[in-house]
């Protein structure tokens, strides 16, 4: 056992891969592909990707929200790793990048499983929300998305996901190293800083930080008696 984490280098990364993904050649199609376009880094690696997989099926996930589509990548994950009659509503913002993660969910076969929102994601949490039925029965949610709504999309997504073991995932909590260096205080690093800080604290969730790409946070959501109130 060792204190520290072992250093990942490229060497050792190639072998982490290797030895570990399972990445479909289709999904490593997409992914080739949206090497080329330059928002490339926004998009999630396939160790990431085999890891949201895991957790889906290990919870047994059939409704699941994403925040933050891009190219359709984690999508693929997401929507592959969920039953038949399960459900992925996605929202993004861009329509172009939208037509790519179109394309490739119909030639995954999936495209009947997921519901693509092309619209802000305050917008289409809240119209979730009207909607009280809503409420408590969503499993999963991967948020992946503009950093200073991380907040904000925490807790619309706290109210969807079930107590008693939902989870909710946000990518870029590490941020590429920036909120452990108080001299750096740009809006996305002082929104990651304050989110962390947040949920370090937040006795609704059980929470878990891990190093895997740029920092992913794993929030499980405990019963809904639980406020902040009351820490």
């Known amino acids: 056992m060792s204190l520290s984490p072992t250093p990942l280098t490229p060497l050792l990364y ?20 949206s090497s080329q376009d330059k928002h490339s880094d926004m998009q999630i690696s396939p160790d990431q990707g ?9 919870i047994g996930a059939k409704k699941c ?21 399960g459900k992925l ?4 913002i861009n329509a172009e ?31 979730l929300l009207c909607d009280e039925s809503n409420h408590n029965s969503f499993d ?8 200073i709504g991380y907040e904000s999309y925490y807790e619309d997504c706290l109210k969807l996901i079930r107590p008693n073991g939902g989870l909710l995932v946000f990518d870029n909590t590490l941020w ?35 190093s895997i790409g740029d920092g992913l946070t794993l929030a499980r959501k405990k019963d809904t008696d639980i406020s902040p109130k009351k820490r």
Request: hydrophobic share 40%; aromatic share 10%; charged share 25%.
């Open 14 to 33: 190639s072998y982490l891969l290797s030895n570990s993904v399972r990445e479909p050649s289709l999904f490593k199609e997409l992914r080739d592909e």
């Open 50 to 58: 085999q890891f949201l997989s895991f957790l889906i099926r290990l």
């Open 65 to 85: 929200i994403e925040i933050g589509v891009y190219m359709g990548y984690s999508s693929l994950w997401i929507a592959t790793s969920i039953p038949n009659d």
């Open 89 to 92: 509503i996605a929202c993004d």
């Open 97 to 127: 990048w939208s037509k790519t993660a179109l394309r490739y969910w119909e030639r995954a076969g999936v495209a009947p499983k997921v519901t693509l929102q092309l619209q802000p994601a305050s917008q289409m949490l809240n119209g």
């Open 140 to 147: 999963f949610a991967f948020i992946d998305a503009d950093k």
């Open 176 to 210: 590429f190293g920036n909120p452990a260096r108080p001299e750096i205080q740009d809006e996305s690093t002082e929104a990651i800083r304050k989110f962390n800080t947040k949920l370090h604290h937040d006795p609704r969730i059980d929470l878990a930080m891990l």
